[in-house]
């Protein structure tokens, strides 16, 4: 065989490989512990926010007791004047404040029901998204700590194949490798490509008759017919 054609082979399986590993290293690897790391972020967020409302809800409450507290202080002032009136006006008048007060007594303590119950609903979610969160985040540093192992292993044998590489460069002719690398690069990494089904593998243009016949009963490098020129054996 053509010994630049059986080198361009050999460097297209190392660039398809450098391509693969480099997508897994530099793109899809990141793009994954990102992805749990947002998971467990958002775990934990659900958590902190439920806490924010049970704080709230309890902030709530004591504020409904100060209130109710206060007022039946008022009511218990109220009745200690009802000994010192002297006119009916005043005695009406203090009688009247009183039933006020003890209508939002009522009201406070409706809206105390109802925080506490709030609060007693969420305090059964607290559990579930306590371990969601713990679960969370372990998964994120267990896969995180599998992925970095693996992006270490793929860092070395990305350098093994890069090495490889240079090796083979060097053995293809200057002019071969030069319309190979340009190839490549106009091409989305494929500088070199077989011929299947009497078309390109790459860009599945038809082969004209003649340079199909010329590909098949010699061992030269031809360009394929798509405008750009792809590389075709
Ligand atoms: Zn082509």
């Known amino acids: 065989m053509n010994a630049d054609l059986e080198r361009l082979i050999r460097l297209q399986r190392l660039d398809g490989e450098i391509a693969r590993k480099s997508a897994l290293l530099e793109t899809e690897l990141p793009r994954e512990i990102e992805k749990l790391r947002a998971a467990f972020q958002s775990a934990a967020d659900a958590l902190k926010n439920h806490d924010t409302q049970m704080t709230s809800l309890a902030k709530r409450r004591r504020e409904l007791e100060m209130?109710?507290?206060?007022?039946?202080?008022?009511?218990?002032?109220?009745?200690?004047?009802?000994?010192?009136?002297?006119?009916?006006?005043?005695?009406?008048?203090?009688?009247?404040?009183?039933?006020?007060?003890?209508?939002?007594?009522?009201?406070?303590?409706?809206?105390?029901?109802?925080?506490?119950?709030?609060?007693?609903?969420?305090?059964?979610?607290?559990?579930?998204?306590?371990?969601?969160?713990?679960?969370?985040?372990?998964?994120?540093?267990?896969?995180?700590?599998?992925?970095?192992?693996?992006?270490?292993?793929?860092?070395?044998?990305?350098?093994?194949l890069k090495k490889d590489r240079a090796t083979v460069t060097v053995e293809v002719s200057p002019g071969v490798l030069a319309i190979y690398e340009k190839v490549s690069r106009q091409r989305n990494g494929v500088g070199i490509t077989p011929v299947a089904d009497r078309s390109c593998a790459a860009c599945h243009q038809l082969i004209p008759p003649q340079l199909y016949y010329q590909i098949r009963t010699t061992e030269e490098i031809h360009q394929s017919p798509d405008a750009a020129g792809q590389g075709t054996l």
């Open 67 to 160: 209130e109710a507290d206060a007022a039946r202080e008022g009511i218990k002032k109220s009745k200690q004047k009802l000994n010192e009136v002297k006119t009916n006006v005043e005695y009406r008048a203090i009688l009247k404040e009183s039933e006020t007060q003890e209508t939002r007594i009522r009201e406070l303590e409706d809206q105390q029901l109802e925080v506490m119950e709030a609060a007693e609903t969420r305090a059964t979610d607290r559990a579930a998204l306590d371990k969601a969160s713990k679960e969370e985040e372990a998964r994120y540093q267990k896969e995180k700590v599998e992925r970095e192992k693996a992006m270490a292993q793929l860092k070395e044998a990305l350098d093994a």
